[in-house]
């Protein structure tokens, strides 16, 4: 960790004590309220959708809105980093940088406050990104419709890049994604009878090995799928036979036709287990995420223009399986995400994970003299 003093580090390092769950983001949201308050506010109008916030900076003369959304919600993690400004919240987290996408963001809005700009500059405080999912309901909801942004951009922060360093690429960037929950009922019983029981530990043990077998092999392998089980839950105490067992999960697909494929797969394996185990199995898919896909033309221009201004170092990096509900937006509004640079050895969703804070000054010069510069006439 450095010692920063840059004051958006000092406000990462606020919201960083108080991670919520996603729509749960009451502290977060009431701490940027009270921020935004302190503001001149003749340059400001604020409107607040559950518990996130749409910030409209006023234009000198608008020809266009551009947009800049960060996430807002925290990981159940139990925090393990050497921060004396851990998490306040036992077992939660802000693991995934959402801290830092924050303070950027507050730094972005501050600047262009203190600072005219001819255009709209509309930041979006969504929640929820980690799911179920806060941006196809805030893009649907009535507080954006007139503040709709002609363009987007995004950043994330990315353990493995130095400071000073954005990663991106023109196309899709991260994948799709689909959650997955599993649920098994077969017939409890004393630990001494496996006979008379239908015991869904071993179901369940035997369904996660069958499901490591897709993306080996049903998947092309020139195609890319990843399905991960990250929890399982099971059975009441050492000695007796589990009647129900839980496994959840999440698929990540680089096509829509892969995650098809994938669904299939599982709902095969899933149906046989109920077959071979005698048992009732129930599959949730939750939320879903569709692909970040950055536009070509904005993406190349705002890489050219990273090359020829030297802001930061530029890597055109590859796609990665992460996922990232602000596909729905590029979805509808051209725009791009990029990777930000945090240099830290552990990577995201870690316990231990130290984003290096020089990293949000960077980012608020990166970001609001590209705005302007799409904002000059
Ligand atoms: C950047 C990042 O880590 N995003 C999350 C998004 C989660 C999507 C959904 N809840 C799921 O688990 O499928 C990620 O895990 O990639």
Known sequence: MTTATYPFAEIRRQLHRIPEPGFQE?????????????????????????TGIIVRVKGTDPRQRIGYRTDMDGLPIEEETSYPFRSSHPGYMHACGHDLHMSIALGILTHFV?????????????????????????????????????????????????????AIKPGILFANTSELFIDLTGK??????????NDMVVAAAQLVSQLQTIVARNVNPLDSGVITIGKIEGGTKQN???EKARLEGTIRTLSAETMERIKGRIEAMVRGVEAGFECKAAIDYGSNYRQVYNEETL?????????????????????????????????????????????TPYGLHHAKIEPDEDAIALAVTTVTRYIEWKSTP
């Open 26 to 50: 009451f502290k977060t949201q009431k701490f940027i309220l009270d921020y935004l308050a302190g503001l001149p506010q003749h340059r400001v109008e604020i409107r607040t959708w559950r």
């Open 114 to 166: 203190e600072n005219e700009i001819r255009d709209d500059v509309i930041v979006l405080f969504q929640p929820a990104e980690e799911g179920p999912g806060g941006a196809l309901p805030m893009l649907a909801c009535d507080e954006l419709q007139d503040w709709m942004p002609d363009m987007i951009l995004a950043l994330h922060i990315a353990p493995e890049y130095p400071v000073g360093t954005i």
């Open 188 to 197: 409890g019983g004393h630990a001494a009878y496996p006979h008379q029981a």
């Open 240 to 242: 007796i036979i589990a």
């Open 299 to 343: 993406t190349d221009e705002f890489m050219s223009w990273v090359r020829e201004t030297g802001v930061m170092n530029l890597v055109e990096c590859r796609e990665a399986m992460t996922g990232e509900d602000f596909g729905y937006f590029l979805e509808k509004i051209p725009g791009f995400l990029f990777w930000l640079g945090v240099d």
